[in-house]
């Protein structure tokens, strides 16, 4: 375009009413033409303001500062596939002579594909090949139409040959249909522990690491996936697992059924040491934390109410009975700590309130403490990278939480694994079990 931009075509650019190609020759003059680019912020002074396609590509080269494509507006929305078909076009025109733009937009399109290394379904293979590939551009169109149908017809080769020999192979025999006559199952054919009748054969074949198709002791669906515990006692389908944590998966999947938690055991009930004072009742009852770990280092104390009391003081102590923290008069029935508690302590609790002008204790000596436990730091971070690594399964993640002492956490991932197993033993099992054994 050797003349000026007329008035129609200046309008039509600023108000976005232009066909697309005709777009694109506006949007090259303005490049590089002072005279239109003014004209054109004076019929349409807001023209870069009403859509994020048209502020920098714009701006003509003759400016001090060179324009490139912006992250958010351009770059971002057209590798999501975002951007309608201009924008699209005016990206593409633009990496087709801009290195850094193209050099960005190859990285970002890299960084969207897969690990097995196939591009991802957002990008669009037509964009980035007019800049990747130059040369093409130099080709005439009817040399590039030929190339382009060479490539396609070997890709279609390829997959077909590809098809045609996957089903050719002969059909992999399965591990359940080489069982004696009298199909005996594979838990007798090693030297594990008979599975509880919750882990009974799930006739499940996966494979070893010899690549032999081998029994599955225990088959779950979780998480999408399917997992397990193979004849000899390794876990299926789940990965990287640390071994102390594969160690407790793969003994809950044998038994079919978790145990008290060991971080429970030095919160279970024995007598109390607590203070005393005068009372009159025991009708003061603590709900929680009692008996338990929590995650939060600020914990919720909760207490059922007792008519006629008022002024109830809760009172905080560590491990050597020593007071470290006690409440104001409160008129309700629960209260939060103002400032977090030391972590990877264990402490216990009391509280008391006054009714007809006499003190009410709870727990009062000589019962139980009223004892809990807040994780540490380490184990809040244990946590933390077991959820990145492994939050999609609701079993590791149930075990993990049951190892420190996580009850409700733990039976929450587990109602998930048998909404999922609705027609499995093995997950309804591990969920009761779990509901048993933290009762205890």
Known sequence: ?????????????????????????????????????????????NAFSRSPTLTAPSLPQSLEKPFHLDYEQHLEP????????????IVDSHVAGCANCANELRDLLEFKQPVA??????????????????????????????????????????????LWTTRSRPPVERADQRTSPDNQTASTATNLPEPSPGATNSGVASQSQEGRPQQLLVALNDGGREIGLSQNGQVVGLDHLPPDLSRSISSVLRTGKFQQSPALEKLSS????????????????????????IESDRPR?????????????????????????????????????????????????QIRAVKDGQTIIAPKPPAPEARFKILSRDEVAAIQ????????????????????????EAERELRALAVTNSNSPVAAELLRSLRFSSKR
């Open 1 to 45: 375009m050797t003349q000026h931009l007329s008035k129609v075509q200046l309008a039509g650019y600023g108000e976005r009413t232009l066909e697309a190609n005709e777009l694109l020759v506006v949007d090259r003059h303005l490049a590089s033409c002072e005279v239109c680019y003014q004209e054109l912020i004076r019929i349409v002074p």
């Open 301 to 349: 104390f909760r207490w059922r109410a007792v008519d006629g009391a008022r002024d109830y003081v809760v009172s905080i102590y560590d491990s050597e009975l020593r007071k470290i923290g006690t409440s104001e008069p409160l008129a309700g029935t629960e209260w939060t700590t103002p400032t977090p508690l030391e972590r990877g302590i264990t402490y216990s609790w």
């Open 117 to 162: 290394g196939s591009r991802s379904q957002h990008t669009r293979a037509p964009g980035p090949s007019k800049w990747r590939f130059p040369q093409w551009q130099r080709l005439p169109l009817p040399h590039a139409a030929l190339i382009a149908a060479v490539v396609i017809a070997v890709i279609i080769l390829g997959l077909g040959f590809l």
């Open 78 to 89: 057209y590798v999501d596939n975002r951007s309608d078909h201009i924008d699209r076009e």
């Open 270 to 293: 024995s007598s109390g040491n607590l203070r005393g004072g005068r009372e009159t009742t025991d009708k003061l009852q603590l709900l929680t934390p009692g008996g338990i770990v």
């Open 385 to 408: 990278n077991a959820n990145r690594l492994h939050g999609k399964s609701h079993l590791a993640m149930a075990v993990l939480y049951w190892k420190y002492g996580l009850i409700d």
